[in-house]
């Protein structure tokens, strides 16, 4: 069969297309790629995402099957996991996301419980809000470079979650974004996170070290509030301010070093911490607010890292050191009683 030329034209560009009859055979249109999610299921069945919509994947779904593992086709290059793609498909025990995705969205796997194995393709930007809250099985996730952002409640109650790596290009990690991963034992915020929500690690009961960058200049509330096995933090010189209920109930924590650089410690920052028997504050405080260190049983040394004249300059709260064993304040150039 002969070939036959025909040009047309893209905006300015002309385009000759080779035909033979009435198939195209040059130039080829590319191929399809990125337009799977590969998924396995406690009941080796279907999972059917709860929103199916082209506005959900950025792309329509084809078809999905399942044999050995579930396949979603779609009919173009998957770009999202939108709202509440997969919300409440509790049969969803793994899940592949194609390298071509950018976002996951707000409650996108919000309630997957069976949800143990996820890959996080380091196409991702943004994490959403709710994106994985109460994910009860999920053990690890590794959140790539290309992320900037952790959304509010991303991982919340997410309980048996045990290792997170938080990748070197996140900036921000949102409020209560991991509250309640109570198996949680250690994390590491790399010096590109600029700020983290109050509550981020609140109630992770089974955190015992933390690792701040030298972006943060804040501890907001509650950041690690009732985080009872807390024994291993260094709080960066970076850090300004103290949020009120910060370390709240941090009863594995035995000495903090405030470093020079902070100048407010916020009410009740270190409440109920009833093993903290040594504190240093740094040269740089001007204020200590309401109950900071109220209900610290075992607090029997405080030192300031400089003179009693400007200790006495500080701003202090009522009952800022109330129930604390420790009677003075070791300046460097004497003892001031408290």
Not at 48 to 74: C, H, K, L
Not at 118 to 146: E, H, Q
Not at 210 to 238: A, H, M, Q, R, W
């Amino acid at each position: 069969m002969l070939l036959t030329d025909y040009t047309y034209y893209q905006g300015d560009s002309a385009i000759t297309a080779m035909y033979q009859g009435d198939v195209k055979v040059y130039p080829l249109e590319p191929p399809v790629t990125n337009n799977k999610i590969y998924y396995t299921s406690t009941g080796r069945t279907v999972v059917t995402p709860y929103y199916t919509g082209a506005q959900t994947f950025g792309a329509s779904i084809v078809s999905n099957t399942y044999s050995d593992r579930g396949i979603i086709e779609f009919n173009k290059c998957v770009t999202l996991i939108g709202y509440k793609a997969f919300r409440e498909c509790t049969s969803l025990s793994s899940i592949e996301i194609p390298n071509s995705v950018t976002t996951i969205g707000e409650q996108a796997f919000y309630y997957c419980l069976s949800l143990y194995s996820i890959t996080i393709p380091d196409s991702v930007r943004s994490i959403g809000v709710n994106a994985f809250g109460y994910c009860d099985s999920l053990s690890s996730v590794m959140i790539p470079d290309s992320v900037t952002s952790i959304g509010r409640d991303a991982f919340h109650d997410c309980i048996r979650l045990s290792s997170v790596t938080i990748g070197s290009g996140v900036t921000s990690i949102g409020e209560y974004a991991f509250a309640y991963c109570e198996n949680l034992s250690s994390i590491t915020i790399p010096d590109s996170v600029t700020s983290i929500g109050e509550h981020a690690f609140g109630w992770c009961y089974s955190l015992y070290s933390v690792t701040i960058g030298s972006g943060i200049t804040s501890i907001e509330s509650d950041t690690f509030t009732y985080c009872k096995n807390l024994s291993l933090i260094t709080i960066p010189d970076s850090v300004t301010s103290i949020g009120e209920y910060a370390f709240r109930d941090c009863d594995g924590l035995s000495s903090i070093t405030i470093p020079d650089s902070v100048t407010t410690i916020g009410r009740n920052a270190f409440w109920g911490c009833t093993n903290l028997s040594s504190v240093t504050i740094g040269s740089g405080v001007t204020s200590i607010g309401i109950e900071a260190f109220y209900a610290c049983a075992s607090l029997s040394s405080i030192i300031y890292n400089n003179t009693m004249a400007q200790w006495a300059t500080i701003t202090k709260g009522t009952r800022w050191h109330s129930s604390a064993p420790a009677t003075v304040v070791h300046c460097t150039d004497g003892d001031v009683p408290i």
